[in-house]
């Protein structure tokens, strides 16, 4: 079994066009040697053409932070899975906990992401996770046994293959706190024995599990040492070709 890493990194709502541009330019150059590894950056969306532009041909992939569950049609402001892979994209990110808290992003609406996605060629970073006080009631696995149950209900195996889960702990996202590499890697653990029960071990060993939340430098190396920690998504510090190029870089 062997997993390829991966190195996400979410821009959110950061980054003109123009500043877009230039920092993938950099990031190209500062991660030109990286091989054996998989890196994917997440712009927003009027930023994803211009940026595609740049990595082509490079070993930068393209993620779009979100997308809609139809093809076409009257729904005005979304975007569908075929116009991303028209614009570069190979992933999308589904599920992010922002879009929960803010945007009305449920379970339901993950599912129903996820399966266009699939069935439109994309690849999906499916993101879950528990907040501080489902952590604190102790709630943090029935949390995420629904959240995977339902985001993931229906995908065939071989649509599983093709899906990324990343465990982002609402706590840790943004606040400087990050989930202990040995926290984290109970989780993921979990996490993949739940795959394991749904879709059998071996799709379960294949699946790649990123973490996310306050990930820097100084702890990536920590986190990726552990057996079930297969990537990271990494939100403030991909903003910066300096700290990003050193998690890419990440030592084993
Ligand atoms: P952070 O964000 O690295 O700034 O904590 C992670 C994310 O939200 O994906």
Redesign the pocket.
């Known amino acids: 079994m062997s997993r390829t890493p991966l190195i996400a990194g979410?821009w959110k709502m950061y980054k003109t066009i123009p500043e877009a541009v230039e920092t993938v330019e950099q990031l190209k150059e500062a991660i030109k040697d990286v091989s054996s590894r998989e890196v994917v950056i997440a712009p927003s969306f009027v930023c994803l053409f211009p940026v595609a532009e740049v990595i082509r041909r490079s070993n930068i992939a393209l993620a779009a932070q979100n997308v809609f569950w139809e093809d076409e049609g009257a729904y005005t402001g979304e975007i569908s899975p075929a116009m991303l892979r028209s614009g570069g994209c190979t992933y999308t990110i589904i599920g992010?906990s922002e879009r929960r808290q803010y945007f009305g992003e449920t379970n339901e609406s993950v599912n129903k992401k996820s399966k266009k996605s699939l069935e439109g060629g994309l690849k999906v970073i499916v993101c879950i996770g528990e907040s501080l006080e489902e952590r604190e009631k102790k709630n943090t696995f029935s949390i995420l046994r629904t959240q995977i149950e339902g985001g993931l209900r229906g995908l065939t195996a071989d649509q599983m293959r093709e899906v990324v889960i990343a465990y982002?702990p609402i706590w840790?996202?943004?606040t400087g706190k990050t989930a202990t590499a040995d926290q984290a890697e109970e989780v993921h653990q979990f996490i993949r024995n739940q795959i394991g029960e749904k879709q059998g071990k071996e799709l379960s060993e294949k699946t790649r599990i990123l973490y996310?939340?306050?990930?820097k430098p100084d702890n990536i190396d920590e986190l990726m040492a552990k057996k079930n920690i297969d990537g990271v998504?990494?939100?403030?510090?991909s903003l910066k070709v300096e700290s990003f190029a050193r998690i890419v870089k990440f030592l084993f």
């Open positions: 979410n992010h982002e840790a996202i943004g996310g939340g306050s990930v998504l990494v939100g403030g510090a």
